[in-house]
């Protein structure tokens, strides 16, 4: 503390014996805010959709998917669509690409960035293009609209995200397979 006050006394005299003034003290850094968060379109966590109780889809945390395709229930999985929270889905096949927007639609587009409407997700249903039935989501479940047919179970955290979440999976499934 003394060490201090001598170290101020000398700085002020040398400023008055030599005409300056002072140093000024350092100015305060300017606190910054932090970016607004985006919110995610699409919520990446890990779930499994299974079929009378065996797997056929999975979402990893990274976004990666893998289905099993036209293998039976719990058969050898392929890669799928890889989900990106911002709500773009990259397709495996033909460089193509989706994307969910906002209000829910699904726009896929061509390689060379022509977009074409797919389907549209509202609450907890999901048409597909012009079709009017679809698959919905019913708590833990995913049934064609049909009602006889179940697509699958969620497994994992089920709430308001995660069905949303495996509503896109299906739609970036059939996007994927589509001609």
Do not use: W, Y
């Not at 014996?17 to 699409?42: Q, R, W």
């Not at 889809?57 to 289905?67: N, Q």
Request: aromatic share 4%; glycine share 14%; charged share 15%.
């Amino acid at each position: 503390m003394a060490a201090r006050m001598i170290s101020a006394i000398a700085v002020g005299l040398l400023a008055a014996c030599t005409g300056g003034s002072p140093p000024a003290p350092a100015a305060a850094p300017i606190a910054t805010a932090p970016a607004p968060a985006v919110a995610a379109l699409i919520d990446i966590r890990p779930i499994t959709i299974n079929f009378r109780g065996q797997p056929i889809a999975r979402l990893f945390a990274d976004g990666r998917t893998e289905a099993v395709g036209n293998n039976p229930p719990g058969g050898a999985m392929s890669p799928g669509p890889t989900l990106h929270a911002d709500g773009t889905i990259q397709l495996t096949k033909g460089g193509r690409t989706a994307r969910v927007t906002t209000d829910g639609e699904i726009v896929v587009a061509s390689p060379g960035g022509k977009e074409a409407p797919f389907g549209r997700i509202v609450g907890d249903h999901l048409t597909l293009g012009e079709a009017p039935a679809g698959v919905h989501a019913d708590g833990d479940m995913l049934v064609f609209d049909n009602g006889r047919d179940d697509v699958g179970q969620i497994v994992g955290p089920v709430d308001a995200g995660m069905r949303r979440t495996a509503l896109v999976m299906t739609a970036a499934f059939f996007a994927d397979s589509a001609p």
